[in-house]
C-alpha cells in the first residue's frame, strides 16, 4: 500500500477515526510480529512484548507529528520494548527455550528450502543482540524497512550500522556453516556432539565453529554458497499464526481519541480485511484476532445512531429512536460448554524400579479401531501420517536411530482430534533412556550413545517408552514430525487384553522393567503432550499442551 494511502490512514486515526485505527492495527501488525519474534526467536514473550508495542503506539499515537515517519518511530517502539524485555529478565529466565521456534515457523510458513532454509535456521545460533538486529537488516533486505530506519531503532548512525550490520553478517555465516554440517555426515562431528543437549549457545556455536575450520569434509560447502542478503530479498512476513489475539485495554481516555466521540466501544469495529468473523468481545480476523477491551470501573459505551453489527450494547443516546421491547418468552437453554478434560502428561516422570508392579488397568469400552495404515502402520518419515477412528487402544512402538542421524527429536503430533484420546499404558520393557548393557554399534540407551551421539527430547517432554499405549474414542491422525534425529514408528490397532500382557508380563528372558499405568479411567487420564482439534497445514508447529 503506497505512503500516501498510510498517511491519510493515520491522519485519520490520530482524529479519531475508528475504522482508521483498525486499518492501522491490522496493516502493521505482522511488521511488529516478524521483528519481535525472530529477535526472541518465539520465546513465550513474544505475545507479551508484541502486544506492549501496540498499545504504546496506539495509546501515543497522537503525540506523532509526521504520518511520514510512523513506521520508523513503530520499530523503534518494538526495539525498545524487546530491550526492556531483556534488562527484566531474571536468572531464572534466561534458559527458557523458545514456545515456538521462530526459525521453524519462518521455514515452515515461507515454504523455505535449500539455503534460504539454512539462514532462517542459522538465526537460532545468534546471541541477543545480533539477533535483534538481525530482525531489523532481514526486513531491509526484503524491503520492508530501510537502512535509515533500522540505524534509528537501534539508536545508532547510519555508519555505526553499517559496521553492526557487517559484524552480524560475519556471525550469521558462521552459523550457516554449523546448520550445513549439522546436515551433514561427518563422524568427527557426531563424536563431538554426543553430549549436546541440542539447544544452540555460544558456547557450542564456537566448539563448532572451531571443528568445522579444521575439518576437511565440514569445512567444504559442497555447493556454492549465495550470499544471505541476495536469499532474503522477496520473502515475505511470516503470517501471524493462528489463533493470535492483540489485546489492547485503554485507560479512561481510550485509545489518542480525547475530546471525540472515541474508540469508547467495547469492540472496535470489524477490520477492513476480508473474512471477518464477530465474537462476544473479539474481531478474528484471517487466523488471528485484535480484542480492545477497557478496564472495569470504565462507564459503560454509548450506543450509536445508527447501530452496526460490531457495536456493543449500552445505554441509548438521546437522538437514538427506541426499540420496542421484545415480548417475553421461554428463557433458551444455556448453551453446554465443551468439557476439558485430561491432565498434565509434560510434567517429567521418574522411571519406576525394574522390579515395580504397575496399577490395575482400567476398563474401557471397546468396538474397535480402523486404521487408514492397516493393522501396521510403518512411519519412518517426515510427514507420514495415518488416521485412526473409533473406540479402542492404539499401540504407538517408538525406533530411535541417532546412529544415522542424532540430534533434537522433533515429537510426532496428534491433530484434528473429534472425541477424546488418553495416554493410558507405557510398555515394551524398557523407556528408551533405559542402559543397554553390551549394546552394539555404540548405544548405550534406546536415545544413543556417546559413540554414536543421543536424540534430545524438547524440554519439558515425557520420556517415552518403547511402546505407548492410547486409547481413542472419535478420530484423530497421528503425524511423524522427523526433523534432526532419526526415528520411525510403528502404529498398530490393538485392545486392553494385550496392553495388560505387555505392562505384566515383562520379556521371557527376564523383565528388564514392567510398564507403567498412567489411565485413571475417567476424563482425568492424561492426554498426549502434542494433540490438538484443528489441522494445522504443517503438524509439526503443533505446540506442546496438556489438556484439550
Not at 73 to 87: E, S
Not at 220 to 235: K, N, T, Y
Not at 366 to 380: I, L, R
Not at 392 to 399: I, P
Amino acid at each position: 500500500m503506497d505512503s500516501q494511502h498510510w498517511r491519510a490512514t493515520i491522519t485519520a486515526a490520530q482524529s479519531g477515526d475508528r475504522q482508521a485505527l483498525d486499518e492501522l492495527v491490522a496493516g502493521w501488525l505482522p511488521l511488529v510480529y516478524n521483528i519481535v519474534g525472530r529477535a526472541l526467536n518465539g520465546h513465550a514473550d513474544v505475545d507479551d512484548v508484541v502486544q506492549e508495542t501496540m498499545l504504546r503506539a496506539v495509546g501515543n499515537l497522537g503525540s506523532l507529528r509526521d504520518p511520514d515517519s510512523f513506521r520508523s518511530w513503530l520499530v523503534a517502539i518494538a526495539m525498545r520494548q524487546i530491550r526492556d524485555r531483556a534488562r527484566r529478565r531474571t536468572p531464572d529466565h534466561l534458559e527458557e527455550a523458545p514456545a515456538a521456534d521462530f526459525a521453524e515457523l519462518t521455514v515452515l510458513r515461507l515454504h523455505l528450502e535449500g539455503q534460504r532454509r539454512e539462514v532462517a535456521e542459522a538465526v537460532r545460533w545468534l546471541d541477543d543482540d545480533d539477533r535483534q538486529l538481525l530482525s531489523l537488516w532481514w526486513l531491509e533486505v526484503a524491503g520492508e524497512l530501510t537502512r535509515r530506519e533500522l540505524a534509528a531503532a537501534v539508536g545508532i548512525t547510519r555508519q555505526h550500522a553499517a559496521v553492526r550490520v557487517q559484524r552480524m553478517k560475519e556471525r550469521l555465516e558462521t552459523s550457516r556453516g554449523i546448520v550445513r554440517a549439522l546436515d551433514g555426515a561427518c563422524p568427527d562431528l557426531r563424536e563431538l556432539t554426543g553430549r549436546w543437549n541440542g539447544r544452540p549457545d555460544s558456547v557450542w556455536r564456537k566448539r563448532l565453529a572451531r571443528h568445522i575450520r579444521g575439518c576437511g569434509y565440514c569445512g567444504d560447502p559442497r555447493e556454492s554458497v549465495v550470499p544471505a542478503e541476495r536469499l532474503l530479498v522477496g520473502i515475505a512476513l511470516v503470517p501471524l499464526p493462528a489463533g493470535f489475539t492483540l489485546s489492547l485495554a485503554f485507560g479512561g481516555k481510550t485509545a489518542v481519541a480525547a475530546g471525540s466521540a472515541g474508540w469508547s466501544a467495547k469492540l472496535l469495529g470489524a477490520l477492513t480485511k476480508p473474512a471477518v468473523a464477530m465474537t462476544a468481545g473479539a474481531t478474528i480476523v484471517a487466523g488471528g484476532a485484535y480484542v480492545v477491551t477497557q478496564p472495569p470501573d470504565t462507564p459503560p459505551p454509548r450506543a450509536e445512531a445508527t447501530p452496526t453489527a460490531a457495536a456493543t450494547t449500552g445505554p441509548p443516546s438521546p437522538s437514538a429512536r427506541p426499540t420496542p421491547k421484545p415480548k417475553p418468552g421461554p428463557t433458551p437453554p444455556p448453551s453446554k460448554k465443551a468439557d476439558v478434560y485430561g491432565t498434565v502428561v509434560d510434567a517429567v516422570d521418574r522411571a519406576p524400579d525394574p522390579d515395580t508392579r504397575p496399577a490395575a488397568l482400567p476398563r474401557r469400552p471397546e468396538t474397535g479401531v480402523t486404521s487408514t495404515g492397516g493393522p501396521k502402520a510403518v512411519m519412518q518419515h517426515r510427514g507420514d501420517s495415518v488416521t485412526l477412528t473409533g473406540r479402542g487402544y492404539v499401540l504407538v512402538r517408538w525406533q530411535i536411530s541417532p546412529k544415522s542421524r542424532p540430534g533434537a527429536l522433533v515429537m510426532p503430533s496428534w491433530t484434528g482430534l473429534k472425541g477424546k484420546l488418553f495416554h493410558v499404558a507405557s510398555g515394551g520393557w524398557r523407556r528408551m533412556d533405559d542402559p543397554l548393557p553390551g549394546a552394539p554399534n555404540g548405544y548405550a540407551t534406546g536415545m544413543g550413545g556417546p559413540d554414536i551421539g543421543y536424540a534430545v527430547l524438547p524440554p519439558g517432554t515425557q520420556q517415552m517408552w518403547q511402546n505407548e499405549y492410547f486409547y481413542l474414542d472419535g478420530t484423530v491422525t497421528l503425524t511423524q514430525n522427523e526433523r534432526g534425529c532419526d526415528y520411525g514408528l510403528t502404529v498398530f490397532p490393538s485392545d486392553r487384553q494385550t496392553v495388560d500382557e505387555d505392562i505384566n508380563e515383562g520379556p521371557a528372558q527376564g523383565a528388564v522393567r514392567y510398564g507403567l499405568v498412567r489411565d485413571t479411567g475417567t476424563d482425568s487420564a492424561p492426554v498426549p503432550q502434542y494433540v490438538t482439534r484443528s489441522t494445522p497445514a504443517d503438524p509439526a508447529t503443533v505446540p506442546q499442551r496438556s489438556r484439550v
